[in-house]
């Protein structure tokens, strides 16, 4: 059974712990060095990326994020975890630092601020059963991808239909939605099986 932690700096924790173990795996919290030496995976949940950015360094876990990413460790990043992921943020804070992630642009909060949160249908490719009812919450989307990304889905239909907000860059998995939030664990069973296979 592949151990999967949760960065527990900040954001919905809880939900994403529930989640993994749902979808087969043995969820950890995990807030330091120690603690993810013994994951597997890492789930980085949706919150404020802002705050995630000041705690990751605050806790000392950039740099052992950064060097497990580079070894080769799945990492699935979801809301403000796609955002730190990704390696350009626009609208971000000048001192919000993702991790050395997804070779992407994402821009914070860009769904308009008179729509703070929106369900829209979304599709994703390599995952069976029909469209996710997804979940967006002062959501980022994706507006550039670079070589070796892969875009894994956009919205399907309303006002921001077309935006890319699934991608996935080898081990590396991030949507600009909850799918923790709604009981569908489709994904979370995706990337589980994506941490296996890299086992
Ligand atoms: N707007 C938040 C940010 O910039 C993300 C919101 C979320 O994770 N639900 O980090």
Redesign the pocket.
């Known amino acids: 059974v592949p151990v999967i932690g949760v960065l527990a700096l900040q954001?919905d924790v809880r939900e994403h712990v529930a989640a993994l173990a749902g979808a087969g795996a043995r969820a950890t919290a995990v807030r330091r060095p120690e603690e993810l030496d013994a994951v597997d995976g890492l789930v980085i949940p949706?919150?404020?990326?802002?705050t995630i950015s000041k705690l990751a360094d605050i806790f000392g876990m950039r740099e052992p994020v950064d060097k497990r990413i580079a070894a080769g460790m799945p990492v699935y990043g979801s809301?403000?975890g796609m955002?730190m992921l990704a390696t350009e943020v626009l609208d971000g804070r000048p001192d919000q630092r993702g991790f050395d992630g997804i070779a992407m642009t994402v821009r914070?909060?860009a769904f308009g601020r008179q729509v703070d949160s929106f369900e829209a249908p979304v599709e994703i490719t390599g995952v069976g059963g029909g469209p996710f009812h997804a979940v967006f919450?002062?959501?980022?989307w994706v507006e550039r991808v670079g070589a070796g990304v892969e875009v894994l889905g956009t919205v399907a239909d309303g006002p921001a239909a077309g935006r890319v907000v699934a991608v996935r860059q080898g081990n590396l998995l991030a949507t600009s939605f909850?799918p923790e939030l709604t009981g569908d664990l489709r994904l979370h069973a995706y990337f589980v099986d994506l941490v296996r296979a890299a086992a």
């Open positions: 954001g949706g919150g404020e990326s802002t809301c403000a955002i914070r909060n919450i002062r959501a980022p909850h």
